[in-house]
């Protein structure tokens, strides 16, 4: 006689699903409605984004400049001394700008983004 065995085998793995489900949000397009909650967060997020790199930017390069500053003064005293104080002087000018800047480029997009983000709060606090 010949025995045929039928067997079913599953298995269930929560972190499993969850992994399934974060790659295929990935590849989900985005004309695909998003939850408010999704768009708040864009939103939120989009804010303080654009004056992060402009005052990263703005910082970092002033930082350079400051330290081509440092060494006209240091390395190449006998010639380049006093130009690298106007240079380090100009270095630091930008690196206690890039925080104002920050400030002003948020409080634009705050003021931008404000009435959305208060219909969009409004909604989901109903």
């Not at 703005?58 to 006998?78: E, K, N, R």
């Not at 000018?93 to 208060?118: C, D, M, N, S, W």
């Amino acid at each position: 006689m010949d025995e045929k065995k039928e067997t079913f085998n599953y298995t269930y793995s929560a972190s499993r699903q969850k992994e399934i489900k974060r790659i295929r949000e990935k590849y989900m397009s985005p004309t695909q409605e998003e939850t408010k909650m999704e768009q708040l967060r864009r939103l939120d997020q989009s804010v303080t984004r654009p004056g992060t790199i402009v005052s990263l930017i703005v910082g970092v390069i002033s930082s350079l400049i400051l330290g081509v500053g440092m060494c006209c003064t240091i390395v190449w005293a006998d010639s380049y001394f006093i130009p690298g104080i106007i240079i380090g002087i100009i270095g630091i000018i930008g690196v206690i700008a890039a925080y104002p800047i920050y400030t002003h480029i948020t409080k634009k997009q705050r003021e931008k983004l404000a009435p959305e983000i208060f219909r969009l709060s409004d909604e989901l606090m109903k």
